[in-house]
């Protein structure tokens, strides 16, 4: 159980502070590698990331403050908050395997229209099947511990 | 589900700021509860009800499905 | 539970045989077809059978699977698309790759706050 738990707080950084910092101190570095190589796939990728960054940052408006000094007295994280991030999780997992799963599909049954973005779609195809088998797995690993 | 948390909370004069920090949770997380939004777990339940040297039964009413 | 497993695995072997097929014959309609088909056996088996299909426990297994699954997933096809990117000189046919995947991986994320502020707010902030 304590194992489980660390494995948890681990997990759970995808919402804590210092992720935030990583992540826009990435960002920035995405945009000036996107200006110097003059590569507009790498701003693309940016702004998008910053508008993900945005929403995160709109969501826990109200626990800014916690969530930036670290401060140990306050409790950002518990059962609640870990209960949303599973279920967000599911949900984003299951339309993103479909709709890889789909366009990987319609890429490669058209391969002789748009040859090009062949590499694409079989990309799109091995990766839900890489996020299958660590579905199945860790499903089975939770399985057994409960 | 219905509760009576926010009363059993009045009574002892406690903020949702000093609960949470007492039951080891967010404020959102007592929020959410009074609000009925938020059914806690097993163990939360247990632990509200210690706190407030009650039964699980006086804070929360469950009324079937 | 036991005859939807079978059921499940029977439509699962069956999708991927049709849809197999169809790539190899270069058309879409049978594999779209065979998805749709399907998904439609399995939603009425759903609704017909009396067994009980999941309950609280393996729901809460399925979920806190997908969170572990999703942060592996996440970071692994990050790194990967990275790294095709940036040697995008040396292995230039995997480029696209590289693209796809860090494409997928922004999505992922900005699909994952979205869906996260909308729990959020679903239980009680």
Redesign the interface.
């Given at each position: 159980m304590e194992r489980s738990g660390l494995i948890m707080k681990i997990l759970s950084v995808f919402e804590s502070g210092l992720f935030i910092k990583i992540l826009s101190v990435f960002i920035s570095g995405l945009w000036i590698a996107g200006l110097l190589l003059a590569n507009i796939y790498i701003i693309i990728i940016a702004i998008v990331l910053l508008i993900a960054l945005s929403s995160v940052l709109y969501i826990h408006r109200d626990n800014l403050e916690e969530l930036f000094q670290g401060n140990s007295?306050i409790?950002?994280?518990?059962?609640?908050?870990q209960l949303i991030n599973e279920k967000a999780a599911t949900m984003t997992l299951g339309i993103l395997i479909a709709v890889a799963i789909y366009i990987g599909i319609i890429i490669i049954a058209l391969r002789n229209n748009y040859p090009q973005f062949l590499l694409a779609g079989y990309t799109l195809l091995l990766a839900a099947l890489f996020c299958f088998i660590l579905y199945f797995a860790s499903r089975a690993y939770y399985s057994r511990k409960y | 589900m219905k509760n009576n948390l926010k009363v059993y909370r009045a009574m002892q004069d406690l903020t949702q700021e000093e609960l949470?920090?007492e039951l080891?949770?967010?404020r959102?997380?007592i929020?959410?509860?009074e609000?009925d939004?938020?059914d806690?777990?097993l163990i939360?339940a247990f632990k509200i009800a210690r706190f407030f040297e009650t039964s699980i039964e006086d804070i929360f009413i469950y009324q079937g499905d | 539970m036991e005859n939807y497993r079978i059921i499940r695995t029977i439509i699962a072997l069956f999708v991927g045989i049709i849809v197999a097929l169809s790539v190899i014959q270069e058309s879409i309609v049978p594999a779209i077809l065979a998805i749709v088909i399907g998904a439609m056996i399995s939603y009425i088996y759903k609704k017909k059978t009396n067994e009980t299909l999941e309950d609280e426990r393996i729901v809460k297994i399925s979920e806190k699977a997908s969170r572990i699954a999703m942060v592996l997933f996440s970071i692994s096809i990050a790194i990967i698309g990275l790294v095709f990117i940036t040697l995008r000189n040396e292995y230039p046919d995997f480029t696209q790759a590289g693209f796809t995947l860090s494409y997928s991986a922004v999505a992922l994320l900005a699909l994952y706050y979205i869906f996260y502020g909308y729990y959020n707010k679903?239980?009680?902030?």
């Open positions: 007295n409790i950002v994280e518990d059962e609640r908050t | 949470a920090k080891g949770v967010t959102q997380t929020i959410a509860i609000k939004k938020y806690p777990s939360l | 679903k239980y009680g902030y």
